[in-house]
């Protein structure tokens, strides 16, 4: 964080509001967001997705599953972790992806158009340059 400290989450945890809920509450409760989000999986090398020395802003993160389905009923499952940062000149979002275990056939990276959806799960700045950009899209 841009305050020195250091946070993991946790997910699923009974009896608490989403993490990234709780985490964005605390961000605008300190005046603090990440400098980087980063990736630590038992048995997987440790993945950056995005650093930036003074904050990110305009950021989100998505846990997600998908099945891979074959016609006689095999199947496999994959995790996957995204994390979304709004561009500097805010005319795109970019994606990073993480996919365990690993395939041939996701994209780990790519750009995306803005819509309401996606730019209503990112996480700001107080007093965000970019949210003031965005605003139309968050106001709908």
Known sequence: MTDGTIIYSDYERPGYERFWKRFEKHCNKTCTV?????????????????????????????????????MNGDFKDYQSLTVSLLGKNCDH??????????????????????????????????????????QEYIDG
Do not use: Y
Not at 38 to 56: A, R, T, Y
Not at 99 to 127: D, Y
């Open 34 to 70: 990440p400098k980087s989000i980063k990736l630590h999986m038992f048995g997987c090398p440790s993945v950056e997705f995005f650093n930036e020395p003074n904050g990110l802003d305009g950021f989100s993160v998505v846990r997600g599953v998908a099945r891979e389905q074959s």
């Open 93 to 134: 979002i970019d994606v990073r992806k993480f996919v365990w275990p690993l395939n041939e056939f996701e994209e780990l990276s790519g750009k995306r158009v803005l819509t309401k959806a996606n730019i209503q799960q990112l996480i700001f700045k107080n007093e965000s340059e970019k949210r003031q950009k965005v």
